[in-house]
């Protein structure tokens, strides 16, 4: 039963990978037959709901199209708001089929009216009124019908008449208008050699994102995209990304892209350098309880940090990454040697045996003028080491200590626990819980870039561990 089922369903993937045109499932036009010339771009059209028929199952490819229909199709692809409503012509009322898209479509300047506040809704569009619609709807910009009319040749989106003009003055039928829009909005259906640059680079930010084959969630599934996965994009149908994914091309949502190039965004990164000092060392073994050394311990949790950072593109550097004795002064001076955009010090702490939980310093100092920054990464690791290992909470503080204080740069000083409280001990002593305490300041450092440096293209980041931004700090 489970074979059968596989092997069904991957004849299904197939049959998806392989058709250019989602298949039209029960959806036929009385006067589209099976060798009509522009079949495919109608049903294409139609599969998203942007071109219909009429009530009795026409779409009526010789008629002219009227500047309300132009207005509902561009519209309808680029998902504008087509509620129907009054707008700011005299001849449309809110009770007209297209008010809402020529109203939006007139807001973002796609289409405009006459002198005399009318609209004109039924007056037949000519074929360069088109091309400098559609030069506007998809952001071609061009200016006028001449340059809208040789951008749309040379796109391979239009083709000229017969007498070699474009014919800027004919009216333009449905089947027409159709097919430059179908090609407008998947350049797959372009004139051959006509390929669409794809020129932008963007990270998918989350996962399973569905790779359709058009611009709405009525086109079918061609793939599934992924938390870093990089495509290329070529251009934008509204909302939607028209990308390029392992050689295949189709469509999805913007809002699940990064805004900045990948390029731009892993250069930034790259520029980060992010020190973690792990503390104490050699002959200074730092606190102690229940034969554990806190200078393993934060060693141990800051290279599984410094793991989670090489994941990334982050620029990560170790002051120590051995059991080795470093000066106070050397950290610093490894730190500023080495650009260091933030420093983050790893502790263990140690009291009576019975204090316990997980504090997180800054300071200010003439050195280190980074107070708001410091106290905001303080407080970002704090949290998210709360939320970890769930020891009781001693707050973000304000201390004199020397890497705090003599570094110029954002700088915090993380005590994950006390290492001779018994409960603490048990978390401190687990490989399991040390991991944790490291995605958690891996976390608080992407939450600290995401906020306080306002990164917001960092979220796959988060993805790629099934995490989410924290709230932003007040
Ligand atoms: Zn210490």
Known sequence: MRRISQVFGLCITLILAFSLVPEVHGMTFNDIGESHRAKEEIFYLATGKIANGDLAGNFKPNSTVTRAEAAAMIGRALQLDGDQRATEFNDVGSNHFASGYIQEAAKLGIITGYRDGSFQPDKPVVRGEMALLISRAFEYNSTTITAASHQLLSMGIAQGMADG???????????????????????????????????????????????????????????????????????????????????????????YLSKTDVTDIEGILKNKTLIIDPGHGDQDPGASGYGLLEKNVVLDTSIRLKNYLEDSPFNVKLTREKDVFLELWERVAFAEENNGDIFISVHA?????????TESYYYRSANNSYVKESKAL????????????????????????????????????????????????????????????????YLGILDYYYHYEGLKDISYLYENLGASPSKKLH
């Open 378 to 441: 303080a407080t970002y690791l704090q949290n998210r080491l709360i939320n970890a290992w769930n020891l009781s909470d001693r707050g973000v503080k304000e201390k004199n200590l020397h890497v705090l204080r003599e570094n110029s740069m954002p700088a915090s000083l993380v005590e994950l626990g006390f290492i001779d409280n018994k409960s603490d001990n048990a978390k401190l002593a687990s490989a399991e819980w040390r991991q944790k305490a490291a995605k958690a300041l």
């Open 349 to 357: 702490n140690a009291f009576n045996g019975s204090a316990t939980g």
């Open 165 to 255: 003009s474009f014919g800027a003055k004919e009216s333009i039928k449905r089947s027409d208008f159709a097919v430059f829009l179908a090609r407008s909005i998947n350049a797959e259906m372009r004139l051959l050699g006509q390929e669409a640059s794809f020129n932008k680079s963007r990270y998918v930010t989350t996962n399973n994102l569905n790779f359709r084959s058009g611009p709405s969630t009525l086109y079918s599934i061609k793939g599934k995209l992924n938390s870093s996965d990089k495509v290329k994009v070529a251009y934008y149908i509204g909302e939607w990304a028209y990308i390029e994914s392992n050689s295949k091309q189709g469509f999805v949502h913007s809002a």
